[in-house]
């Protein structure tokens, strides 16, 4: 990425994870100072391509502190989370804990610490079904799993701490569905349990999995299946750097949809994934999966505007041939 920017300091909780290590990515490229913070349980240590990494939990705040305290960051940006909708069903505790709680002990810590910029990673699951497509940010809230509750309510917390502190500002970004991978295929996602569409379509193509289920057919779209707007790794990475820049020079606390403002369909994304790997996978139909909303996809005027956000990959078989290329790598990793 090109870069007019001055180095700053970074601390980047859950860095080495898939979205956090390619924001890592491109602010190495643009020579910042980072520094990782990730306990490595989804994250992996070769994913780290720019800057040092500290393996040690958000939940160890005597750790936390200091590493901040002798790291002095300029800013924090906060990826480290759990991320899985239906586990988020299933485990809620987890996510609050997890999620919510540690967004809060990060926040006491950096107030302890006297740093004052965060850029926060949230998500289009906080609007649940409220909002009617293209989601604007002022959509009211209305979660439908607990995953999308915990984000919501690290979203209060961060709302209510900038306006009782004057010297704490931040940047909500919330994200939509992202996919694809680094294009030298270095980094990508890596879970050991993919739960992703894209990523199960491509496992399944490499024939990991014997077939693909649809969950549910029977959603008020087109062809009945959900649709959500799918966002290339990289050009969300690219949002990361300006958030930054404009907490730099001053910005107010502000929230963003992250999405390209368009949607696919399961089955559309089954037919590109067989288009691009030219693998007729096994697909079946399946009953609906609990917590998913019919269809999330983004307003993104306002992120265009206020930080100059430009979607360069929007493009479903270059997000797709991305990760397909990253996906047969992995086997290596
Ligand atoms: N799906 C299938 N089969 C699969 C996997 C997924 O049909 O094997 C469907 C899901 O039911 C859903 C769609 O594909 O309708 C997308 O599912 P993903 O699991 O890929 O993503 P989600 O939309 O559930 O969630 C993702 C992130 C969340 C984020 C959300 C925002 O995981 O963190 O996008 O849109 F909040």
């Known amino acids: 990425m090109e870069g007019g920017y001055s180095q700053v300091k970074i601390f980047v909780t859950g860095g080495a994870g898939y979205i956090g290590s390619h924001v890592v990515k ?5 020579g910042h100072d980072v520094l990782v913070y990730d306990n490595l349980v989804t994250g992996n240590r070769w994913a780290v391509l720019y800057g040092s990494l500290v393996e040690a939990d958000l939940a160890d705040r005597k750790t936390l502190v200091e590493i901040l305290r002798q790291f002095k960051p300029d800013a924090v940006m906060h990826f480290a989370a759990s991320i899985v909708v239906p586990e988020s069903v299933a485990h809620p505790v987890k996510y609050y804990f997890n999620n919510t709680a540690c967004t809060a002990g990060l926040i006491k810590a950096m107030l302890e610490c006297g740093v004052g910029k965060l850029i926060f990673s949230s998500t289009a699951a906080v609007y649940g079904t409220s909002g009617v497509p293209p989601i604007k940010e002022t959509a009211p809230l209305a979660p439908i799993n607990p995953y999308g509750t915990s984000k919501m309510m690290s979203e209060v917390i961060l709302k209510d701490t900038a306006l009782a502190h004057d010297d704490f500002r931040y940047v909500s970004l919330r994200y939509f569905n992202v996919a694809g991978a680094d294009g030298q295929a270095r980094i990508g996602q890596a879970y050991k349990e993919a739960t992703h569409l894209i990523t199960r379509a491509l496992k399944t193509a490499k024939g990991e999995m ?9 959603y008020p779209t087109p062809d009945g299946t959900c649709i959500r707007d799918y966002i290339h790794v990289e050009d969300l990475a690219g949002a990361h750097a300006l958030a930054l820049d404009y907490l730099a020079s ?6 963003f949809n992250l999405g390209y403002g368009h949607g696919f369909s399961v089955r559309e994304v089954v037919s590109a994934v067989r288009k691009i790997t030219g693998i007729g996978f096994s697909v079946a139909e399946a009953g609906r999966r ?3 909303p019919p269809e999330l996809v983004a307003a993104n005027e306002k992120i265009k505007a206020v930080l100059g956000w430009k979607p360069l990959r929007d493009d479903l078989d270059h997000i797709i041939r991305t990760a397909w290329r990253w996906e047969m790598k992995l086997g290596g990793k």
Do not use: C, H, P
């Not at 014997?210 to 029977?218: A, K, N, P, S, W």
């Not at 001053?250 to 929230?255: D, M």
């Open 290 to 292: 609990e917590g998913d």
């Open 26 to 30: 491109a602010l190495g490229e643009q």
């Open 210 to 218: 014997e077939r693909l289920d649809i969950y549910g057919t029977d």
């Open 250 to 255: 001053g910005g107010a606390s502000e929230v």
